[in-house]
């Protein structure tokens, strides 16, 4: 983590030495998320994805070589339903609230094109796991915050930002439920889809 933030300090230092355009601005859109639970045992569990929403803003601070640095305050929606199957199904739902953080370092070619990618640091602020009515599942917590990756394309035109993404964990996120003892624990992959307005650019 000390690398990574190293790293990114010192780009900073070089864009901000060359940096021609700071320009700031709004986005949401959509998510496609998929959690993936990982360390079941004999637990055997079926994950249905769901689309959850995306809202934040971003600053980003660009060179005439079309290099840039852009990072975000996102809130995101991870979600997905569980079917645990105990001889029978147990359907429950699950619901996480992250402020995330994307760091991405692009480049921007043709005046239009961008292409990018960047560590995202998620900070936790709500968990709603509805677990099923039985005493043997417990509802657990997950981690305050993680660290995941992101990479993806984008396209400007006028102020309009558009961008497509991949967003994947580069490490579990806790555990929302446990079944006696047995605590699986999160992963979780999302493509989102995002229209941004640039407010405010500083040449």
């Excluded at 803003?57 to 060179?63: D, G, I, M, Q, V």
């Excluded at 079309?66 to 429950?92: C, T």
């Excluded at 043997?136 to 917590?141: I, Q, T």
Aim: proline share 3%; charged share 20%.
């Amino acid at each position: 983590m000390k690398k990574i933030i190293s790293t990114l300090f010192l780009f900073y230092c070089v864009l901000n030495t060359q940096a021609q355009n700071l320009e700031l601005g709004i986005k949401a859109g959509m998510n496609r998320d998929k959690i993936e639970l990982e360390d079941l045992q004999n637990l055997s569990a079926k994950i249905e994805a769901n689309t959850t929403i995306n809202i934040g803003a971003y600053l980003r601070l660009s060179t005439p070589f079309g290099l840039y640095i852009q990072p975000e305050a996102v809130f995101n929606r991870r979600a997905s339903n569980f079917k645990i199957d105990l001889a029978g199904l147990q359907a429950f739902s699950h619901t996480a609230n992250y402020v995330d953080v994307p760091v991405l370092i692009g480049w921007r070619f043709l005046k239009t094109f961008r292409l990018y990618g960047g560590p995202n640091f998620q900070f936790l602020m709500k968990q709603i796991t509805e677990i099923p009515n039985n005493a043997d599942f417990k509802l657990e917590s997950l981690k305050d915050h993680t660290t995941g990756f992101q990479v993806g394309a984008g396209l400007d035109i006028l102020k309009l930002r558009f961008d497509v993404k991949y967003d994947f964990n580069t490490s579990d996120m806790g555990s929302a439920f446990s079944y006696k003892g047995i605590a699986p624990t999160l992963q979780n992959k999302m493509v989102t889809i995002q229209v941004g307005l640039k407010l405010y650019s500083l040449l």
